[in-house]
């Protein structure tokens, strides 16, 4: 007579492309993260956000205009609304937005209502243009991350009042235009790397000349080093390279279980403080991320053990 009995079982069909998914869009939002804990050292206290955001694509421009030309800009691919999706999300408008909202509110709550809601948005615009399925373990995943969003930015009741809100209307409204980029490219199926060149090029064509025009007085009687440094990470490491990672990562992974990574952000900021700036999380923030570790893993269709019933013979 045989007894049923409850043997642990994990799949590894899908494990490869996982892990290397996952490895795509962790590199990427550690580019991301990295640029927060920089700005914190004082090296671009000299530069502005228009200032940066010039820098970022001037560079970028230039560097992977070899693609847009070889390429083109992939309007019948995207469509028009794709392609607008393609320049506000991984273009001039988001880091020009952001910049915006932290003159009314903290970079915490930034990265808290940006980086801690871009999965949740992507999600709710997948199930709308993609159909792609939200089982209960992803939602279960995407509710930690909001908690912990919330509990790393300190958001409480006193900060959801007054001229903060508008700060937080903006940070809401990037991660919005993120999301639209993430499922854009996935719907049509555009690689990483040309996505981000359309939208660097074309922030170039549009975005150089407004500055130089209307923001630009003093840009190059700025430290040199500030230049070179800032050149070199928003222009090559995060407008090009970050955004080819992430493309990638929402081509194995989907839109949704992509975007999951981005609510690391935060996280990695909080780590990168510890050697590079000295600063340890609070107790609060400890536990905020291991709150969104865990939501990442579950929102991104992390491999789950499984229980299968196996007769003894």
């Known amino acids: 007579m045989s007894n049923p009995t409850n043997q642990l079982v994990v799949s590894h069909s899908d494990t490869r ?5 996952a490895t795509c869009a962790i590199s ?6 990295g640029w927060l804990v920089m700005m914190r050292l004082g090296v671009t206290t000299q530069l502005s956000t ?11 421009g230039l560097v992977l205009l070899p693609i847009v030309l070889r390429r083109r800009l992939g309007i019948r691919r995207l469509g028009w609304p ?11 408008p988001v880091p020009l937005v952001i910049g915006m909202g932290l003159a009314f509110a903290p970079a915490a709550h930034a990265g808290a209502l940006y980086q801690g809601f871009v999965p949740f948005a992507v999600a709710c615009l997948a199930a709308i243009v993609l159909n792609e399925p939200a089982p209960s373990i992803r939602k279960v995943g995407l509710l930690l991350i909001v908690c912990g969003a919330v509990m790393i930015g300190g958001l409480g009741v006193s900060s959801l009042i007054g001229r903060q809100n508008i700060g937080h209307i903006l940070f809401l409204s990037s991660a919005f235009m993120t999301a ?13 790397l040309h996505a981000a060149a359309i939208a660097a090029v074309v922030s170039l064509l549009f975005y150089l000349p407004i500055y130089f025009v209307l923001f630009e007085d003093d840009l190059f009687t700025k430290p040199a080093a ?14 090009a ?11 194995l992974l989907g839109a949704s279980k992509a975007a999951a990574f981005v609510a690391l952000g935060p996280t990695m900021t909080a780590l990168m403080g510890i050697p590079v700036l000295g600063e340890w999380p609070s107790s609060v923030v400890w536990a905020a991320i291991v709150i969104i570790t865990a939501g990442v893993y579950l929102a991104s269709g992390g491999p789950l053990p499984t229980f299968r019933l196996r007769p003894l013979v």
Do not use: H, K, N, P
């Not at 492309?17 to 998914?21: C, H, K, R």
């Not at 794709?82 to 001039?92: K, L, N, P, T, Y």
């Open 17 to 21: 492309q996982f892990v290397i998914g």
């Open 28 to 33: 990427a939002v550690a580019v991301w993260a």
């Open 50 to 60: 228009t200032d940066l955001a010039a820098l970022r694509f001037a560079v970028a």
């Open 82 to 92: 794709g392609f607008a999706a393609v320049v506000i999300g991984a273009g001039a």
């Open 180 to 192: 639209c980029y993430t499922v854009a490219i996935r719907r049509a199926g555009t690689d990483g």
């Open 226 to 239: 500030d230049l070179v440094f800032q050149a070199l990470y928003q222009g090559v490491l995060t407008a």
């Open 241 to 251: 390279i970050s955004l080819a990672l992430y493309g990638r990562a929402i081509r």
